[in-house]
């Protein structure tokens, strides 16, 4: 019996409850405030009068509810892969996913007045997941599962839409590869420094 409870508390400590909690705050936030929240998207003109949380908020509002699923399927997905690895990379990726896409946002996109959704953001956690799977296995197929996202987002931004989903508010695929980008960046940035502790 005790051997069960060992068994079981191993099992509970090894979930991803990092991932799990930001992915709950996105099931809050849209239970609470509904689609789109006016006060809370990614909002030009309302950043430039000085409403700053807007460039965070705005990444875990969500236009619908198909939008909200494909999100949170990503996040837990991508957060559990990088959660797993070292904890504190999920909160950094997200945090420099979501500053690398408001930076393109309001630098190249300025006919983007309102933005919505984590989709850019969860392409750095797809870049840091892909290097924490390679370092551990080696596996060809990662680099062929990299390639290939970078390929879809190309398409994507040639074709001016998301080839796989369709939700209430338009896709932005550049912003997609400037999430795609930072995560480059973050693994690039490791690959050249001295292994530390809790990096390396």
Same mark, same amino acid.
């Given at each position: 019996?005790?051997?069960?409870?060992?068994?079981?508390?191993?099992?509970?400590?090894?979930?991803?409850?990092?991932?799990?909690?930001?992915?709950?705050?996105?099931?809050?936030?849209?239970?609470?405030?509904?689609?789109?929240?006016?006060?809370?998207?990614?909002?030009?003109?309302?950043?430039?009068?000085?409403?700053?949380?807007?460039?965070?908020?705005?990444?875990?509002?969500?236009?619908?509810?198909?939008?909200?699923?494909?999100?949170?399927?990503?996040?837990?997905?991508?957060?559990?892969?990088?959660?797993?690895?070292?904890? @504190?990379?999920?909160?950094?990726?997200?945090?420099?996913?979501?500053?690398?896409?408001?930076?393109?946002? @309001?630098?190249?996109?300025?006919?983007?007045?309102?933005?919505?959704?984590?989709?850019?953001?969860?392409?750095?956690?797809?870049?840091?997941?892909?290097?924490?799977?390679?370092?551990?296995?080696?596996?060809?197929?990662?680099?062929?599962?990299?390639?290939?996202?970078?390929?879809?987002?190309?398409?994507?931004?040639?074709?001016?839409?998301?080839?796989?989903?369709?939700?209430?508010?338009?896709?932005?695929?550049?912003?997609?590869?400037?999430?795609?980008?930072?995560?480059?960046?973050?693994?690039?940035?490791?690959?050249?420094?001295?292994?530390?502790?809790?990096?390396?």
């Amino acid at each position: 019996m005790l051997r069960e409870w060992d068994c079981m508390i191993a099992w509970i400590c090894r979930l991803p409850w990092l991932t799990l909690s930001l992915a709950g705050l996105a099931i809050g936030l849209y239970a609470v405030a509904g689609p789109a929240a006016d006060a809370a998207v990614y909002d030009r003109a309302a950043v430039a009068d000085g409403e700053w949380w807007r460039l965070l908020s705005g990444h875990w509002v969500h236009g619908d509810t198909g939008h909200l699923a494909w999100n949170l399927t990503a996040l837990l997905l991508l957060g559990s892969i990088v959660e797993s690895s070292r904890r @504190w990379l999920l909160p950094l990726g997200l945090l420099a996913g979501s500053i690398g896409v408001d930076l393109w946002l @309001w630098t190249g996109l300025p006919g983007i007045v309102r933005y919505c959704g984590l989709s850019g953001a969860l392409n750095t956690l797809l870049i840091l997941a892909l290097w924490t799977t390679w370092k551990r296995s080696g596996h060809w197929l990662v680099w062929a599962i990299g390639l290939g996202s970078l390929l879809k987002i190309l398409v994507e931004m040639a074709d001016g839409r998301a080839l796989l989903t369709q939700t209430a508010w338009p896709s932005v695929p550049s912003a997609h590869l400037a999430g795609w980008l930072v995560g480059c960046l973050l693994v690039a940035l490791n690959r050249w420094r001295p292994a530390r502790p809790g990096w390396a």
